[in-house]
């Protein structure tokens, strides 16, 4: 299934015991950190192992239900990509019309708010090994539906469109439970850390690896590879991944969907904490794409070859993808807690050398610089599943993943609108230079979240974390 792109959710935390097994913790579990001007939270004293246990990102491949959830996305983000790319060529082909063929790119992004929103309560109401392989299945039949010669234009970004309305419950569904397959601890966190840059790192070798497929394949024949990587993916989670009960229950007491859905929403973005911490996911995110959606009127205005739009499309994700490694390998799970709020407070700044109109060195340096700035999501990640109940956890992580992919779409849709205005070195730093504003103005917000939270629950529900203050 898709997941976040480019890349590619209070009530009081009182989570019920788990209905099902959850994995013993690493020998590094990590600690809850703070990030506000609260006590700090001390580090629990690490239960000694093995000389020779695996730690890091080695510890969570040496977990067999991760290696299938791994193998599984990995297949089924190829496999979009792919799609992605043989479908606007399919729409181009049979319509001639750029304008479609633009639109089929961009329906997979404007339904994420929807399915996020309407369906997000599928992800607590009922088991996620069975969600994530019928939302599987769902995408394949759609996907097969559009090789048929028969299916016309408007069919196809039809099925587009819902297969997008599916993503975001699956993402959300398969964040919540890596919870269950690798505790709420560190191992989680470098979980969905490997899950982030596999997104960018296929991204890239998917749009290369659809061209190839391109010249020996028709459209339709390219967009086949997709129906077999989702029914891949099926089969590793279904057979590779532990059946365990729904977190609400089972069917999830039988009440209406959609009003459950939109309830957990109202819950998720009622809590004030909850709010900073996915507000703080989706601003920085907001503005950061703005370079990437006018890299070639840029290009274009600096008069770089061709060759050079490849490399400015390119250097946030690698700049995100290093960063990311280095912190998630190299800091310890307090320290990746404290540059949370400091990398993201500047993490928008190196976008402000388009000011003097950079030559293509320089902007792929701040291109580079301002994806690393994205590697706080790491630590913030923690704080997340921290702060979100057991029982919102599904319905939290899918609005967070339909709400990450729909901002990215209107700061593109901004970023090109202002272009139309002003020149676009101008509105890249200009997004820079408002993105940061806005972004120290949340980091101000997170602080006193987390200052409140300690001193609601400090007193409470910690025994079994062994958390103590300073």
Same mark, same amino acid.
């Given at each position: 299934?898709?997941?976040?792109r480019p890349?590619p959710?209070d009530?009081?935390r009182?989570?019920?015991?788990?209905?099902?097994?959850?994995?013993?913790p690493?020998?590094?579990?990590? %600690?809850?950190?703070?990030?506000?001007?609260?006590?700090?939270l001390?580090?629990p004293?690490?239960?000694?192992?093995?000389?020779?246990?695996?730690?890091?990102?080695?510890?969570?491949?040496?977990?067999?239900? +991760?290696?299938?959830?791994?193998a599984?996305h990995?297949?089924?983000?190829? !496999?979009?990509?792919?799609?992605?790319?043989?479908?606007?060529?399919?729409?181009?082909?049979?319509?001639?019309?750029?304008?479609?063929?633009?639109?089929t790119?961009?329906?997979? =992004?404007?339904?994420?708010?929807?399915?996020?929103?309407?369906f997000?309560?599928?992800?607590?109401?009922y088991?996620?090994? /069975?969600?994530?392989?019928?939302?599987?299945?769902?995408c394949? %039949?759609?996907?097969?539906?559009?090789?048929?010669?028969?299916?016309p234009?408007?069919g196809l970004l039809?099925?587009?469109?819902l297969?997008?309305?599916?993503?975001?419950? *699956?993402t959300g569904?398969?964040?919540?439970?890596?919870t269950?397959?690798l &505790?709420?601890?560190?191992?989680y966190v470098l979980?969905?850390?490997?899950?982030?840059?596999?997104?960018?790192? %296929?991204?890239?070798?998917?749009?290369?690896?659809g061209?190839?497929?391109?010249t020996?394949l028709?459209?339709?024949?390219?967009?086949?590879?997709t129906?077999?990587? +989702?029914l891949?993916?099926a089969?590793?989670?279904?057979?590779?991944?532990r059946d365990r009960p729904?977190?609400a229950?089972?069917?999830? $007491?039988?009440g209406?969907?959609?009003?459950?859905?939109?309830?957990?929403?109202r819950l998720?973005?009622g809590?004030?904490?909850? /709010?900073?911490? =996915?507000?703080?996911f989706?601003?920085?995110?907001?503005f950061?794409?703005?370079?990437e959606?006018?890299?070639?009127?840029y %290009?274009?205005?600096? &008069?770089?070859?061709?060759a050079?739009?490849?490399l400015l499309?390119?250097?946030?994700?690698?700049?995100?993808v !290093?960063?990311?490694? *280095?912190?998630?390998?190299?800091?310890?799970p307090?320290n990746?807690?404290?540059?949370?709020?400091?990398?993201?407070?500047? !993490?928008?700044l190196?976008?402000?050398v388009y000011?003097?109109?950079?030559?293509?060195p320089?902007?792929?340096?701040a291109?580079a610089?301002? &994806?690393?700035?994205?590697?706080?999501v @790491?630590?913030?990640?923690?704080? +997340?599943?921290?702060?979100?109940?057991?029982?919102?956890?599904?319905?939290a992580?899918?609005?967070?993943?339909?709400?990450?992919?729909t901002?990215?779409? *209107? !700061?593109?849709?901004?970023a090109?609108?202002?272009?139309? *205005? +002003?020149?676009v070195h101008?509105?890249?730093?200009?997004? $820079? @230079?408002i993105g940061?504003?806005?972004t120290?103005l949340?980091?101000a917000?997170?602080?006193?979240?987390?200052?409140?939270?300690?001193s609601?629950?400090?007193? /409470?529900?910690?025994a079994?974390?062994?958390?103590?203050?300073?």
């Amino acid at each position: 299934m898709p997941t976040e792109r480019p890349a590619p959710a209070d009530t009081p935390r009182t989570p019920p015991a788990p209905a099902a097994p959850v994995p013993a913790p690493p020998p590094e579990r990590a %600690a809850r950190p703070d990030p506000g001007p609260g006590p700090t939270l001390r580090e629990p004293a690490a239960p000694r192992g093995p000389a020779d246990a695996p730690r890091g990102y080695r510890a969570v491949f040496a977990v067999a239900e +991760f290696r299938a959830v791994f193998a599984a996305h990995l297949l089924s983000l190829l !496999g979009v990509v792919i799609s992605e790319l043989a479908l606007t060529v399919l729409v181009y082909d049979l319509t001639g019309s750029p304008l479609l063929s633009a639109l089929t790119f961009a329906l997979g =992004l404007l339904p994420y708010m929807i399915g996020g929103t309407l369906f997000a309560g599928v992800a607590d109401r009922y088991p996620a090994r /069975r969600v994530l392989v019928v939302c599987d299945l769902l995408c394949a %039949a759609c996907v097969a539906v559009m090789l048929a010669p028969a299916t016309p234009v408007a069919g196809l970004l039809a099925l587009r469109c819902l297969v997008a309305a599916i993503a975001p419950v *699956f993402t959300g569904t398969r964040m919540a439970a890596l919870t269950d397959i690798l &505790g709420e601890g560190d191992l989680y966190v470098l979980g969905r850390s490997l899950l982030r840059i596999v997104s960018q790192s %296929a991204m890239l070798i998917g749009f290369g690896a659809g061209g190839v497929l391109l010249t020996v394949l028709s459209p339709r024949g390219a967009i086949t590879v997709t129906v077999v990587t +989702f029914l891949c993916s099926a089969a590793l989670l279904r057979f590779g991944t532990r059946d365990r009960p729904a977190r609400a229950g089972a069917g999830g $007491g039988g009440g209406n969907l959609l009003k459950e859905s939109l309830s957990g929403a109202r819950l998720v973005l009622g809590d004030r904490r909850i /709010r900073a911490l =996915l507000l703080l996911f989706w601003l920085p995110a907001m503005f950061v794409v703005a370079p990437e959606a006018l890299a070639a009127p840029y %290009a274009d205005a600096i &008069g770089a070859p061709p060759a050079a739009l490849g490399l400015l499309l390119c250097a946030m994700a690698a700049g995100h993808v !290093g960063a990311e490694l *280095f912190v998630g390998a190299a800091l310890s799970p307090r320290n990746r807690s404290r540059i949370v709020l400091p990398v993201a407070a500047v !993490g928008l700044l190196p976008l402000l050398v388009y000011v003097v109109r950079p030559g293509l060195p320089l902007a792929l340096a701040a291109l580079a610089l301002a &994806g690393a700035g994205a590697a706080y999501v @790491i630590g913030l990640d923690q704080w +997340f599943v921290d702060a979100v109940p057991q029982e919102l956890r599904g319905r939290a992580m899918t609005l967070l993943t339909a709400g990450l992919m729909t901002v990215q779409g *209107f !700061g593109m849709a901004l970023a090109g609108l202002a272009a139309e *205005f +002003f020149p676009v070195h101008q509105v890249v730093a200009g997004s $820079g @230079i408002i993105g940061t504003v806005c972004t120290l103005l949340l980091v101000a917000e997170v602080r006193r979240t987390a200052h409140g939270r300690m001193s609601d629950t400090e007193g /409470r529900d910690r025994a079994d974390r062994h958390v103590t203050s300073r």
